[in-house]
């Protein structure tokens, strides 16, 4: 990977270069991060001290009631950690007979959280300081205060607005009876408290101690179904990685992502489709490359969208079926170079935020994400504890037949997804793209820019992103330039322009990249984010 690659676009910041770093969506949790590194510990230590204090900094994308996912590589070996979680055992279609879609608020959205069970394994199976070590800066932040950054402030308000008649989020989240604004400060005693009994206990309070019994008494109040048996019964699980391959610059490359439940194997199938389709023929902002990667992001979706599920509920087609070198050949040769086209799912058998990242001079990388859903979640807010729980049952269908239709202990289908690239069994890089039906499109936006066009993670950040919507609709970024833009309109695509200080549509990307005798590592401008090493 060559530093700097051309072309150069608008930028606020240079790639840092160092042996340690953390890449995160805000800064105090980067620092974070890189105190447990001094501290003497490893990359996972420093992720989980992020993660930890992501969910007091930043309220409005994750949160202790969210759920987590995590690839890392210890040294030796590549790692997939699915901590999402699943569904009450009371949830049966008959609960929601009678809706056109799942709720996306309010307790009939919230499955069991899964963030603090990550943090547990990965504590347990590969971390070096003790856990309760991970939460000092969290429990600071909480107690003390810390001030509200710019991004995450209008954030606030915004959630504030849809949320504030959901249980318990007003009386925490607005104090005074506002969302606070960037540059106020905000704290949150109960919400130490909770960090306290969680770090002490090892997750133990949170799914079968007073925490959970709290979460559980809550739900029964209001009518909600989540019990202690549904939170006692959860556990993250280790089911590894699917991977696609890419002829990069520097070599062969491939992409690996959590299986299902998870929207990763979106950005495989793209991935696959584009092998087929001459994309390396291209420069990397021309209305051709552009228009390839969309078209093969669309089928990609489509498929998704009929097909994917929590792994034990999909079995005709199984992913191995969705990412078949010969039905990925079959979609790519539906596309029409001239033409944008509104595309229905494939017949594979015969007959979709906070990211961060860590690494450290021993080698260790750490991809993490984890996440409430849609910006707050649910709303929902246990009173006296600070845990705002996820509206991760949005993501589960109504449709009867749907793999992914909505039933008792099922996880539903997730948006948030790690990414790591690999080389002849090495790792290459640890990234992530935030936000929802954006995420996959990321993986692949970044994957191709920066193994296929050479670009150093901070450039590939700061190029403009596209996001498919529905059918032929289509968001960019103005920085495309008016004439790559008209290109794409004639082709038949519908172009919706968001510039990145007026929609939060494009996420933030977080990017770490393996170099001799250290590392690379990119953040995103479009959020609070900050990448520190030393």
């Known amino acids: ?99 056109e879609a799942m709720p996306a608020t309010g307790w009939e959205s919230v499955t069991v959280p899964g963030a603090v069970s990550a943090w547990v394994a990965l504590s347990e199976r590969f971390g070096r300081l003790p856990f309760a070590d991970l939460f000092t800066d969290a429990i600071r932040y909480a107690e003390d205060g810390f001030l509200v950054s710019p991004i995450i402030g209008a954030l606030w308000a915004r959630g504030a607005a849809m949320l504030s008649g959901e249980p318990g989020f007003a009386v925490h989240f607005m104090p005074g009876g506002r969302a606070p604004k960037a540059g106020e400060t905000f704290a949150s005693p109960d919400l130490a408290r909770s960090l306290r009994l969680i770090a002490e206990s090892r997750g133990e309070a949170f799914y079968r101690g007073e925490l959970a019994e709290r979460m559980a008494r809550f739900a029964a109040d209001n009518g909600a179904a989540l019990s202690l048996d549904d939170l006692a019964a959860h556990a993250a699980d280790w089911p590894g990685t699917i991977h696609q391959g890419l002829a990069g610059r520097e070599g062969a490359v491939d992409l690996h992502e959590i299986p299902p439940n998870g929207q990763g194997i979106a950005a495989l199938m793209a991935l696959g489709i584009l092998d087929h389709c001459g994309i390396e023929r291209f420069e990397p902002d021309s209305a051709d490359a552009l228009h390839f990667q969309i078209e093969a992001m669309k089928l990609a979706f489509r498929d998704v969208s009929a097909f994917v599920a929590d792994a034990p509920h999909m079995t005709d087609p199984s992913t191995s079926d969705l990412l078949a070198p010969s039905y990925l050949k079959a979609r790519a040769a539906l ?167 007026a929609s939060f549509g494009f996420g933030g990307a977080q990017f770490v990249a393996k170099i001799p005798g250290g590392y690379v590592a990119g953040s995103d401008p479009r959020k609070d984010g900050a990448a520190v090493g030393f």
């Open 335 to 501: 596309i029409d170079q001239d033409r944008a086209i509104d595309f229905q799912s494939g017949a594979p058998k015969a007959g979709g935020t906070v990211y961060l990242s860590a690494a450290d001079e021993a080698g260790m990388m750490v991809s993490f994400i984890q996440s409430n859903y849609a910006g707050f979640g649910s709303g929902v807010v246990v009173p006296g504890t600070g845990i705002s729980l996820q509206n991760r049952g949005a993501g589960f269908s109504l449709r009867p037949g749907h793999p992914n239709r909505v039933g008792p202990g099922k996880r539903p289908f997730h948006t948030i997804i790690p990414g790591f690239l690999m080389r002849e069994g090495a790792p290459v890089a640890s990234f992530g793209v935030m936000g929802g039906p954006m995420q996959a499109q990321g993986h692949l936006q970044m994957t191709l820019r920066t193994q296929l066009w050479d670009q150093d993670p901070q450039t590939a950040i700061d190029a403009p992103r596209w996001r498919v919507i529905e059918g032929l609709a289509v968001a960019v970024e103005p920085a495309f330039g008016e004439r790559v833009l008209a290109d794409l309109s004639a082709r038949g695509h519908q172009l919706s322009l968001e510039p990145p200080e």
């Open 1 to 99: 990977m060559k530093l700097p690659h051309v072309p150069i676009y608008a930028s606020r910041r240079s790639p840092v270069l160092a042996r340690n770093v953390v890449a995160t969506s805000q800064p105090l949790a980067a620092e974070a991060g890189i105190a447990a590194l001094r501290r003497g510990g490893n990359a996972v230590d420093a992720a989980l001290a992020a993660a930890i204090t992501l969910t007091v900094v930043e309220p409005t994308g994750n949160g202790l009631g969210s759920d987590a996912f995590a690839i890392l590589w210890d040294g030796n070996r590549l790692h997939g950690l699915n901590a999402s979680g699943r569904s009450p055992r009371a949830w049966t279609p008959d609960r929601f007979a009678g809706r």
